[in-house]
């Protein structure tokens, strides 16, 4: 089970007040409320970027989510979080705008619970992107109309934060 990236989260309040940070894995052991962030990728085709997690993650590890997910440093915003994060993730930036943010809260079948607000942001790329492959273990571009119906015929495919956004966010941007 592989923890990447910062080893601290930084943990909320329901009204995204900063309480301190958690050793990552920790904070999921115990469920604590922490920041995190999602961005959603088009391009002009208006064909959405998903990725799949690598399979060592040490949660939905093999599913399909969007284009990058992670949490924020303490101190660091959300959205230069979610452009650092794209960069070391997907190999690319680009210019994106937030859009709203939610919580969510699930156990996995491994012990760790994910309790999230998570900040959704948006933007668009056309390129090829370079992602890493101790973070992604594929990609593509999706219409919205084919995601939809993947996730209906096999919802354990993806991730649980990116159901919720494809059911709350997408039928608005479409």
Not at 124 to 132: A, H, I, L
């Given at each position: 089970m592989e923890v990447t990236g910062t080893s601290d989260v930084v943990l909320v309040d329901e009204n995204d007040q900063v309480l301190g940070t958690m050793e990552k894995l920790k904070a999921h052991q115990e469920g604590r409320l922490h920041r995190a962030f999602s961005v959603l990728i088009f391009n002009d085709n208006d064909e959405m970027l998903i990725h799949k997690r690598a399979s060592d993650k040490y949660h939905c590890g093999g599913m399909w989510t969007n284009a990058c997910c992670s949490h924020p440093r303490l101190g660091e915003s959300p959205?230069?979080?979610?452009?650092?994060?794209m960069q070391e993730e997907m190999g690319f930036t680009t210019a994106i705008d937030f859009i709203g943010k939610f919580i969510y809260k699930t156990s996995?079948?491994?012990?760790?619970i994910e309790n999230e607000l998570d900040h959704v942001f948006v933007g668009?790329?056309?390129?090829?992107?370079?992602?890493?492959p101790k973070e992604v273990e594929d990609y593509r571009y999706i219409r919205i109309e084919d995601l939809k119906e993947e996730i209906k015929k096999e919802p354990q495919n993806y991730t649980v934060w990116f159901k919720k956004i494809v059911e709350e966010y997408l039928n608005e941007m479409i």
């Open positions: 959205k230069n979080a979610a452009i650092r994060r996995f079948e491994n012990g760790l668009r790329f056309n390129g090829e992107p370079v992602p890493n």
